[in-house]
């Protein structure tokens, strides 16, 4: 802090300095010549209310849209979503988000356009659907209404070329069918690729990915 007084008592010291043994100016201004560079380093409190707001109302407008369009993806309803996908993405409020600590969590599918996911939510043979990101792990599961379940396991890593480090590579390694009574059977690695991470808070993820799909999540237990 007195460090931070001292910066502030020399350049009020030169700006009046400078104002003393300058001739007479032809224009007035209106602050001091260190005011803009002191704006600079401290945006005003408005501005960024007013960008904590838009934030708050877009991601509103995205829940609700996911919400009633849970498991469907029609041309007309992705249309929307990424209308909306465009305006967040610029107020994304963390860097970086490979290699961010909040993206290493479980979290809940709210929406996206992969059809191999919504066949199971239209068909109602599932409710919800997770996607666990832990170290370099990942798992899809999507557990069966009746009981058992689908998942898919994988590896990951930061894509450490990737334009603003937004991006995570993947590989599946296993995949597991339980069918509760009928058993239960493991498949062989079933695909690799990457997903871009948009926007990530502490409660929304948006992805987009190497398929040219969405993924949208919530936190588990938000």
């Not at 409190?45 to 838009?54: E, K, S, V």
């Not at 829940?63 to 498991?71: D, M, S």
Request: hydrophobic share 35%; aromatic share 10%; net charge negative.
């Amino acid at each position: 802090m007195q460090s931070i007084i001292q910066l502030f008592t020399v350049l009020h010291a030169v700006s009046t300095a400078t104002a003393f043994s300058a001739p007479t100016p032809t224009t007035t201004s209106s602050s001091a010549p260190w005011q803009s560079f002191l704006d600079s380093l401290f945006p005003s409190n408005a501005a960024t209310n007013a960008l904590t707001t838009r934030r708050l109302e877009l991601k509103q407008q995205l829940t609700t849209e996911c919400r009633q369009n849970a498991g469907r993806s029609t041309p007309e309803i992705r249309q929307r979503i990424e209308s909306i996908m465009e305006q967040l993405a610029p107020l994304n409020p963390t860097s970086e988000t490979a290699t961010s600590a909040l993206l290493k969590r479980r979290w809940i599918v709210e929406w996206t356009s992969e059809k191999e996911i919504n066949f199971f939510l239209e068909k109602g043979i599932s409710e919800e659907i997770t996607q666990t990101i832990g170290g370099d792990v990942l798992e899809n599961y999507i557990p069966f209404v009746k009981g058992g379940g689908f998942g898919v396991t994988g590896q990951i890593s930061v894509d450490e070329e990737s334009e603003g480090l937004l991006r995570t590579n993947f590989k599946f390694l296993n995949a597991n069918l339980d069918v509760g009574r009928w058993g239960d059977y493991n498949f062989p690695p079933v695909g690799k690729g990457w997903f871009d991470t948009i926007y990530l808070d502490e409660g929304l993820r948006i992805d987009t990915n190497s398929r040219e799909d969405i993924l949208i999540c919530r936190v588990d237990g938000s």
